[in-house]
């Protein structure tokens, strides 16, 4: 039996579809919560049921507008702490500010260690996520954290695509889940040998591995402004790659993303939805969106019930 007081979910401005979708595969409802802004900016924040002693998940990833979604978080999150709650979970399905996770130049922030102490200041029991840009970022909180990974729900769909699959790694960084993914599909691996000037601007060179006349998958964990997904499917077009599709985790889709996507030469855009989808981009007709709901909604179960969440991690090395 679960320690903690009645199951109950909320979910502020960021991606409330989801939320709804994880309820709907857990059999239960959205519990009241009031989210506005007043004229000057300010979020008010009110929890709309009695949450004493219950164990509560907040859903909200930090996506775009990341600061207005990251103050509605550690609001909630400060709401339900002062409302007595039993347990309250932090469902961040995608992290903000997870690229800056170290320093790389002196004189600058560890933006994600900091962003981790915000919402740990603001009451939160433990945290779960999806598919974290850099592991070690659990390690900058001093409560559980999971770390879940949609190759659960991805690796279905990518079955079904027909044809000799080779996986691809847009860039070294990302070659441990290529290869996990390459496995679970009895697929070939290849990698983009890639070199990036600046941020966000990123310059594909050659591929190692073979990709002619094969169906070449481009795996990363999100496209941002889609630089690095873009210039790796022209690499593998014009090494002979038969068709070429881009999976990823979480559509940021910043800047110029959507209209560099509409332009490349992918068949399609495989994404999830720890973001929502932006209009253009539904519009655009390439995207094809996996729904995490049923994974995280298992996730919670579990952790209610204080049943094992490591039987849903899905990562083969």
Do not use: W
Request: proline share 4%; hydrophobic share 45%.
């Amino acid at each position: 039996m679960p320690r903690h007081g009645e199951l109950k979910i909320i979910t502020g401005t960021a991606n409330p579809a989801l939320a709804e979708a994880i309820c709907n595969h857990l059999g239960m409802t959205l519990s009241p919560t009031l989210v506005s802004t007043f004229s000057d900016g300010e979020i008010r924040v009110e929890v709309g049921d009695n949450v004493r002693g219950d164990d509560v998940f907040v859903v909200q990833p930090t996506c775009a507008p990341v600061n207005h979604n990251l103050m509605e978080l550690c609001l909630m999150l400060d709401a339900l702490k002062r409302a007595s709650v039993g347990r309250v979970t932090a469902v961040v399905p995608y992290y903000g500010y997870a690229r800056q996770d170290r320093k790389v130049v002196p004189r600058v922030p560890i933006s994600a260690k900091l962003v981790a102490d915000f919402i740990t200041i603001a009451g939160v029991s433990r945290l779960l996520t999806v598919d974290l840009h850099a592991g070690q970022i659990q390690g900058f909180f001093n409560i559980p954290v999971d770390n879940l990974y949609a190759a659960e729900v991805l690796l279905d769909y990518m079955k079904s695509i027909e044809g000799d699959v080779v996986v691809v790694s847009p860039d070294a960084g990302g070659t441990e889940r290529a290869r996990a993914y390459a496995k679970r599909l009895g697929a070939e691996l290849a990698i983009i040998d890639k070199r990036r000037d600046t941020p966000n601007k990123a310059q594909a060179m050659r591929v190692i591995g073979e990709v002619k006349d094969k169906v070449a998958i481009v795996l990363d964990d999100m496209i941002d402004t889609a630089g690095t997904m873009v210039e790796a499917g022209r690499v593998l077009k014009e090494n002979g790659a038969k068709e070429v599709y881009a999976c990823a985790t979480h559509p940021v889709l910043s800047g110029p993303a959507i209209e560099r996507l509409k332009k490349s030469c992918f068949k399609e855009i495989i994404v999830t939805d720890t973001i929502p989808l932006k209009e253009e981009a539904v519009k655009c007709g390439k995207f094809k969106v996996i729904s995490v709901a049923s994974l995280i909604a298992k996730a919670i179960h579990n952790i209610h019930t204080e049943s094992s969440v490591s039987v849903l991690f899905s990562r083969i090395k």
